[in-house]
């Protein structure tokens, strides 16, 4: 069936460097992809999202790539922060309508 | 914190017992979804609620039984639950059920079944 996944299921990286987190969809017909973050003990919350007329979007410190033609999805993070340590979660938007479908995660650690 | 809150945070349940999981979102959202979330695995979706309709049933067991009252309250009922029930369950709320919309989640109810 369709999934969302991604490549690596952790990432440690130095505080300060850049983090680029991917994630790989395979329903070329999927419009809508949004990246999550969860904290130990809290719920999913929402970092970024991009829709599929888009190939790049940024927000404060992050920046969703988007390239339809491999159906490959990135995060990438600027000047990364202990407080960005989390599991990190893309989703699509399946086939158009009625339900998100969620990657398994990225599990991010960022050394002091 | 979110604009959606779960109660309880944690619950330890035996097989027999039965006991409810309460949502409820802040936002004037129109959509309200469950979904279970176990180790190593995706979010799975189980129900979506469309202005209190159910729009969505993921082929959840019938020990798992959702009601929505209005569109700010979700709530899941759960009986003769398995061990293997034991998950995160979040709630999520968005504007709309479309799955265009960005999901706003809870933080969750740690549930273990004994």
Redesign the interface.
Known sequence: GE??GLHLPTLSVQEGDNSIINCAYSNSAS??F?W?KQES??????II?IRSNMDKRQGQRVTVLLNKTVKHLSLQIAATQPGDSAVY?CAE??N??????????TELSVKP | E?G?T?TPRHLVMGMTNKKSLKCEQHLGHNAMYWYKQSA????E?MF?YSLEER??NNSVPSRFSPECPNSSHLFLHLHTLQPEDSALY?C?SSLG????Y???????TRLTVT
Not at chain 2, 97 to 100: E, L
């Open positions: 999934s969302v419009d809508y949004i999550y003990g809290k719920g999913p919350q929402f999202d979660f938007n399946y158009q309508g009625g339900k998100l479908i969620f990657g398994q995660g | 979110t959606v779960q190593k695995k995706p979010l979706l979506v729009v969505e979040l999520a059920a479309s799955g265009a960005e999901q706003y989640f809870g933080p969750g």
